[in-house]
Nanobody
Framework: QVQLVESGGGSVQTGGSLRLSCAAS????????MGWFRQAPGKEREGVAG????????YYADSVKGRFTISRDGAKKTVYLQMNSLKPEDTAIYYC?????????????WGQGTQVTVSS
């Protein structure tokens, strides 16, 4: 049974940093495509970042470019989201995705989410 487990969420002040992790279990190897979504209260879920293959060409939503960095560790079957210069509008539940055919690797497997809260 495949499973994606996120960790690393928490509460920080504006300008702070957090690193999210998503561990993939039940896969023979790290999924080819992995990504991050987020959903803020009262808003639709939105893609944040995606990474695939060797990880040479990650891509990001405009709202997080220059502040967030996605990376992957094949040996650990884990994808990370380093979030710097956090803003209150980054407050959301962050979800890991894998193996989906759509942008940010959606349409496949999903994790349960981890809460990120940024206070002003």
């Amino acid at each position: 049974q495949v499973q994606l487990v996120e960790s690393g969420g928490g509460s920080v002040q504006t300008g702070g940093s957090l690193r999210l992790s998503c561990a993939a279990s039940g896969y023979g190897q790290i999924p080819y495509c992995m990504g991050w979504f987020r959903q803020a209260p009262g808003k639709e879920r939105e893609g944040v970042a995606g990474i695939y293959g060797s990880g040479d060409n990650p891509y990001y939503a405009d709202s997080v470019k220059g502040r967030f960095t996605i990376s992957r560790d094949g040996a650990k079957k884990t994808v990370y989201l380093q979030m710097n210069s956090l803003k209150p509008e980054d407050t959301a539940i962050y979800y890991c995705t894998a193996n989906g055919p759509r942008r940010y690797c959606s349409g496949g497997d999903w994790g349960q989410g981890t809460q990120v809260t940024v206070s002003s």
